[in-house]
């Protein structure tokens, strides 16, 4: 089959690999959509043989294992593709989704960026979803950042009367505006800095946004809100900078999200967050049932965050425009 091989940093070939082969806990995927994540391209500057990316996929279920009940060829779905160690805690007692040292799909075994990918853990309802008729493949490739994103809101308990900052403004910012307007929240307050993303945002539902590049982020946020700060605030850019304009702007028994990844270690003095009894409060995890009933009912569009398509034969072509071309916001394979 066809997938999309790293070579080197930043060097991606489409190449022919051997067809994924069949465990018994798992199932083969024809693969009709797979996005590249920010995840990826961390990886992507680095030289990393071999990996074949995709972890943001959806496809045909072509192939089932022997011991993987109710999935059946045909379905159309998508899924969370981890192995667990087989040896942990978690494992041990046969829960291997909780698993503490699982492999990922799409980095310690090979993902969806090829024709067909092998999940090694197929679990109805728990690893491999099936889709409601009203997603597309290129929604269902959109269920695992959105599912990150309102994972990541319902961890802090927006609440109606409630503003909120989101700083970064890629995909799982994005995704976070749409889900907090689903809650009602009186004021979403966005910052970034790209002008694809910044109009983006707008459309997303953000009330005010501000230009970072432009604008001085705490003194917007502070115009916005009476001078009171947020009570909230998503960070999603995993930036020194925006970690501290994040402690800065947010008030008085507020809390602060960390949804980002931060490739360096921060220095920050904690004395602010003391004194106003903030909350710093780590997200790491996706609700894909919540993501996918977001997308079914409307409430939440995947559609205009979807900037760049191309097939599997332009994966160089593809890493080049979700690293370097301004205007991209998701780039997506998608397959015949
Ligand atoms: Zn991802
Ligand atoms: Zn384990």
Request: glycine share 10%.
């Amino acid at each position: 089959m066809k997938a999309a091989v790293m070579r080197g940093a930043k060097e991606i070939r489409t190449e022919i690999v051997p067809d994924p082969v069949l465990e018994p806990h798992g199932v083969i995927i024809k693969v009709k959509a797979c996005g590249i994540c920010g995840s990826d391209l961390h990886v992507y500057k680095r030289d990393t043989q071999g990996t074949i990316f995709g972890h943001e996929f959806s496809g045909d279920v072509v192939a089932v294992g022997a011991k993987v009940t109710g999935i059946t060829p045909g379905m159309r779905v998508t899924a969370v593709g981890f192995k667990p160690c087989g040896k942990c805690f978690w494992c041990a007692q046969g829960k291997g989704h909780r698993c503490s040292d699982m492999a990922l799909l799409g980095y310690q075994f090979p993902g969806a960026m090829a024709e067909y990918v092998h999940v090694p853990f197929a679990v109805l309802g728990r690893t491999v979803f099936p889709l409601p008729a009203e997603l597309s493949y290129e929604d269902a490739a959109s269920v695992e950042p959105l599912s990150i994103s309102y994972f990541s809101v319902n961890r802090a308990k927006p609440q109606p009367d409630e503003a909120i900052a989101v700083l970064g403004l890629g995909v799982i910012g994005l995704y976070a505006i749409q889900v907090l307007k689903t809650f009602n929240v009186a004021k979403i307050v966005a910052s970034g800095r790209r002008e694809s993303r910044l109009k983006a945002a707008q459309s997303c539902g953000a009330d005010v946004v501000i230009d970072a590049a432009q604008q001085d982020a705490i003194d917007t946020v502070m115009a916005a809100t009476a001078k009171m700060g947020v009570h909230t605030v998503m960070e999603c850019a995993g930036m020194q900078a925006t970690f501290d304009q994040a402690i800065a702007m947010t008030r008085g028994g507020g809390k602060v999200m960390l949804v980002g990844v931060y490739e360096q270690p921060l220095t920050w003095d904690p004395l602010p967050m003391i004194s106003k009894n903030l909350s710093l409060i780590g997200c790491l995890g996706g609700n894909f049932p919540g993501a996918i009933e977001l997308l079914r009912s409307g409430k939440v569009s995947a559609k205009h965050l979807i900037t760049h398509r191309f097939p599997l034969d332009q994966a160089a072509e593809a890493f080049r425009a979700q690293l370097q071309d301004p205007g991209a916001i998701k780039v997506m394979f998608t397959m015949a």
